[in-house]
C-alpha cells in the first residue's frame, strides 16, 4: 500500500514563499555564510584561491534556485542544477579532491541554509507547518542535484584519468624508445609526469591476461602490480601504465639488485586468479638518463630482460 503525503496547506505554502522572498534579497550573504562553513567543516574545500571562488559561485546557484523553488511551489526534482554547481563538481574531479567532501558539501549545506530559513519562519504564523515544508522541498532538492553533479563528478574523474594515462604511456613510450629524457631538466619534468623517480635499481614487470578480456582491465592488472610490489618490499609505490586492453607495464624501485624471488611472486600473483600472468626480469640499474625496459613475450618493447612467467606451485 502507498502511503500519500498530505497536502500541505495553502497558508503554509504562502508563508514558505514569504520566506522565500524575504531570504531572496540576502542570497548573497547567505550564501558567503554557507561558503564559510563548509570551508571550516571539510577540509577538502580549504586552500586554493581559485576552487574556493569556484565554491561560492556554486553556493550561490543552487541558494539562488531553492529560493526560486520555495517562492514559486516548483518541484524541487524538475529544475536543472546550476550551471556552476555542475563546473565545481568537475573541477573538484579535476584536482583529485575525494566525491565524499562534494556529498558532505551538499549536506551541511542544507542544514545551514534551513537555518536561515526557520530562523526567517519563526518571524510568522504558521512557522512549524512552513518549516516542515522547507525541510521536505530543500531534502528533495539536495537529493535531486546531488544525483546531477555526482555523476557530472564521475564523467569528468574518468576523463581526466583518460586523459592521465594517455600522458603518461606517451611519456613511457618516449623513454622507451630513447627519446626522452634528453637531460636532467627533462628528467625531472618526465618524473614529473609519471610520478617516479628514476632510482638506482628498477624492477621490470609485465602483468596481462590470457585469454584476452572483452573489455578492459586495467584497475585490476595494477592492483596486481601493486600487489606485487608490496611482497617483494619495493623501495617506493610502482609505475604501472597501461600498454593496450589486456596487459600493462611496471616497474618497482628496488632496494637493492637481488633478484626476486620466482615462489613469492607466484604466490602474489596466485591471489588473483588463474588468467593473470606475469613477466619479469632482474633488477638492473637504470642509465643515467633513461628508465629500464621491459615487455611482455611478443609485445611492443625490446626487453633487456629474459621473460619469466610467473607459474602457480
Given at each position: 500500500m502507498t502511503i500519500e503525503p498530505s497536502p500541505m496547506p495553502e497558508d503554509a505554502v504562502a508563508t514558505v514563499a514569504e520566506?522565500?522572498?524575504?531570504?531572496?534579497?540576502?542570497?548573497?550573504?547567505?550564501?558567503?555564510?554557507?561558503?564559510?562553513?563548509?570551508?571550516?567543516?571539510?577540509?577538502?574545500?580549504?586552500?586554493?584561491?581559485?576552487?574556493?571562488?569556484?565554491?561560492?559561485?556554486s553556493v550561490e546557484g543552487n541558494v539562488e534556485t531553492i529560493l526560486h523553488v520555495l517562492r514559486h511551489d516548483l518541484d524541487p526534482r524538475g529544475v536543472e542544477p546550476p550551471a556552476a554547481a555542475v563546473a565545481y563538481a568537475e573541477r573538484?574531479?579535476?584536482?583529485?579532491?575525494?566525491?565524499?567532501?562534494?556529498?558532505?558539501?551538499?549536506?551541511?549545506?542544507?542544514?545551514?541554509?534551513?537555518?536561515w530559513a526557520f530562523a526567517e519562519a519563526a518571524r510568522r504564523l504558521g512557522a512549524t507547518a512552513a518549516s516542515q515544508r522547507i525541510v521536505l522541498v530543500v531534502m528533495d532538492y539536495v537529493d535531486h542535484v546531488t544525483q546531477h553533479v555526482v555523476a557530472a563528478y564521475e564523467a569528468e574523474r574518468d576523463r581526466t584519468r583518460r586523459s592521465r594515462h594517455a600522458l603518461r604511456v606517451a611519456r613511457v613510450r618516449d623513454v622507451l624508445a630513447g627519446r626522452a629524457p634528453t637531460g636532467p631538466d627533462d628528467r625531472l619534468a618526465v618524473e614529473?609526469?609519471?610520478?617516479?623517480?628514476?632510482?638506482?635499481?628498477?624492477?621490470?614487470?609485465?602483468?596481462?591476461?590470457?585469454?584476452?578480456?572483452?573489455?578492459?582491465?586495467?584497475?585490476?592488472?595494477?592492483?596486481?602490480?601493486?600487489?606485487?610490489?608490496?611482497?617483494?618490499?619495493?623501495?617506493?609505490?610502482?609505475?604501472?601504465?597501461?600498454?593496450?586492453?589486456?596487459?600493462?607495464?611496471?616497474w618497482l624501485p628496488c632496494r637493492d639488485d637481488t633478484a626476486p624471488s620466482r615462489e613469492v611472486v607466484a604466490r602474489a600473483v596466485a591471489r588473483h586468479g588463474d588468467a593473470v600472468r606475469v613477466a619479469c626480469g632482474s633488477p638492473t640499474p637504470a642509465p643515467t638518463a633513461s628508465a629500464p625496459r621491459t615487455t611482455r613475450p611478443g609485445g611492443p618493447a625490446t626487453s633487456r630482460w629474459r621473460p619469466a612467467r610467473a607459474r602457480r606451485r
Amino acid at each position: 500500500m502507498t502511503i500519500e503525503p498530505s497536502p500541505m496547506p495553502e497558508d503554509a505554502v504562502a508563508t514558505v514563499a514569504e520566506v522565500a522572498d524575504a531570504l531572496a534579497p540576502r542570497r548573497t550573504e547567505v550564501s558567503v555564510s554557507i561558503s564559510d562553513v563548509l570551508a571550516t567543516r571539510i577540509d577538502e574545500l580549504r586552500g586554493d584561491p581559485a576552487l574556493r571562488d569556484l565554491l561560492g559561485a556554486s553556493v550561490e546557484g543552487n541558494v539562488e534556485t531553492i529560493l526560486h523553488v520555495l517562492r514559486h511551489d516548483l518541484d524541487p526534482r524538475g529544475v536543472e542544477p546550476p550551471a556552476a554547481a555542475v563546473a565545481y563538481a568537475e573541477r573538484l574531479a579535476q584536482r583529485g579532491v575525494p566525491v565524499n567532501a562534494l556529498i558532505r558539501a551538499y549536506r551541511v549545506g542544507q542544514a545551514h541554509l534551513m537555518e536561515w530559513a526557520f530562523a526567517e519562519a519563526a518571524r510568522r504564523l504558521g512557522a512549524t507547518a512552513a518549516s516542515q515544508r522547507i525541510v521536505l522541498v530543500v531534502m528533495d532538492y539536495v537529493d535531486h542535484v546531488t544525483q546531477h553533479v555526482v555523476a557530472a563528478y564521475e564523467a569528468e574523474r574518468d576523463r581526466t584519468r583518460r586523459s592521465r594515462h594517455a600522458l603518461r604511456v606517451a611519456r613511457v613510450r618516449d623513454v622507451l624508445a630513447g627519446r626522452a629524457p634528453t637531460g636532467p631538466d627533462d628528467r625531472l619534468a618526465v618524473e614529473s609526469t609519471l610520478g617516479y623517480r628514476f632510482s638506482a635499481v628498477h624492477l621490470g614487470l609485465v602483468v596481462w591476461l590470457e585469454p584476452e578480456p572483452p573489455d578492459g582491465t586495467f584497475a585490476a592488472l595494477e592492483r596486481v602490480a601493486l600487489d606485487l610490489g608490496t611482497a617483494l618490499e619495493a623501495a617506493g609505490r610502482p609505475l604501472v601504465v597501461p600498454w593496450d586492453a589486456a596487459s600493462v607495464l611496471a616497474w618497482l624501485p628496488c632496494r637493492d639488485d637481488t633478484a626476486p624471488s620466482r615462489e613469492v611472486v607466484a604466490r602474489a600473483v596466485a591471489r588473483h586468479g588463474d588468467a593473470v600472468r606475469v613477466a619479469c626480469g632482474s633488477p638492473t640499474p637504470a642509465p643515467t638518463a633513461s628508465a629500464p625496459r621491459t615487455t611482455r613475450p611478443g609485445g611492443p618493447a625490446t626487453s633487456r630482460w629474459r621473460p619469466a612467467r610467473a607459474r602457480r606451485r
